[in-house]
């Protein structure tokens, strides 16, 4: 099913001499590979913990597989067919993650319109919501710890450091600041961040 829905989609988008041979046996060679990890990391999230296959119709699903399929295909040194299921999912779902970003194994995106993930340290168990960016200010990139929630409409960049356990509201935007662990952040006034402490631990909320 996926495969079938895989080709029609890169076929429809690609002319032919982008699209040959060779990298259609690459990228049908990885599929496998990049289901078993999707669906172990599906297993994390209450949405989709007892799913067993990858529903394509469903944009949440079918974008952290692609995302999973593009990074496997890089770091197999691949990266023409990378950069290709990368395009794919932008045009698709309208996220942009390229096969570089190093994106740890769970990770869960909640709404995938407008999510633009670039250079970072990232950690497990991250939670994305739409229009969500992140990556380099400058020569800097952010490092995000484990178990952060990042909501709707917010941006992280640059020197950041986000602690563990960490929530970051929608709409804010950090830049060269640091958060500390088991907290959830707020806009200000002006460019001052707000930090409260994330006593409840709403990751959780997310989590099978």
């Known amino acids: 099913m996926i495969e079938e829905v895989l080709l029609h989609q890169l076929r429809h988008q690609f002319p032919l001499h982008i699209l040959d041979d060779e990298i259609i046996a690459s990228l049908l060679m990885h599929v496998p590979s990049a289901k078993v990890s999707c669906l172990s990391c599906f297993s994390c999230w209450s949405d989709f913990y007892k799913a067993t296959s990858i529903d394509p119709l469903n944009s949440r699903q079918y974008a952290i597989f692609l995302a999973i399929l593009s990074r496997s295909l890089y770091k197999a040194d691949l990266h023409r067919a990378s950069d290709i299921i990368a395009y794919l999912n932008k045009s698709v ?91 959830i952040v707020f806009n200000g006034e002006g460019k001052e961040l707000v930090f409260k402490p994330n006593k409840n631990n709403w990751i959780e909320r997310w989590m099978a």
């Open 93 to 183: 779902n309208g996220c942009e993650i390229y096969g570089h970003v190093p994106l740890r194994p769970n990770f869960m995106i909640g709404h995938t319109l407008g999510i633009v993930l670039g250079q970072a340290i990232y950690g497990d168990y991250l939670c994305l919501q739409h229009n969500v960016t992140i990556g380099r200010w400058m020569e800097s990139y952010p490092c995000i710890g484990d178990r952060v929630v990042i909501m709707n409409g917010a941006v992280v960049a640059g020197n950041t450091n986000i602690g563990d356990n960490s929530i970051i509201s929608a709409g804010v935007r950090i830049i060269n600041q640091h958060v500390p662990a088991n907290s």
